[in-house]
């Protein structure tokens, strides 16, 4: 059977404690109380706490990502100094 997010079992944090997290930060941060907003972040910061979940469970090796590890550019005025 698939995982689902929403299913009972892939809950994560508990959503009271959640919720408290969402509002410590947003009055850290200086936002105004908004209980709606507040929710509404609680709830999709649930859900992707439970899709790490499901993603920490997998087992996976180093050599089983097949990306490349993500190398930025040099800046150009750095290429231009280092041709100098």
């Given amino acids: 059977m698939p995982h689902c997010l929403n299913s009972e079992e892939n809950k994560s944090v508990d959503e009271t404690q959640t919720l408290s997290y969402v509002?410590?930060?947003?009055?850290?941060?200086?936002?105004?109380?908004?209980?709606?907003?507040?929710?509404?972040?609680?709830?999709?910061?649930?859900?992707?706490?439970?899709?790490?979940?499901?993603?920490?469970?997998?087992?996976l090796a180093a050599h089983d990502e097949l990306a490349e590890v993500y190398r930025p550019a040099p800046f150009p005025a750095a290429d231009a100094a280092s041709q100098s």
């Avoid at 200086?30 to 469970?57: C, I």
């Fill in 23 to 59: 509002r410590a930060t947003c009055t850290a941060l200086g936002f105004a109380p908004d209980p709606e907003r507040d929710a509404r972040v609680a709830l999709h910061l649930g859900r992707t706490l439970g899709m790490v979940k499901l993603l920490d469970s997998v087992p």
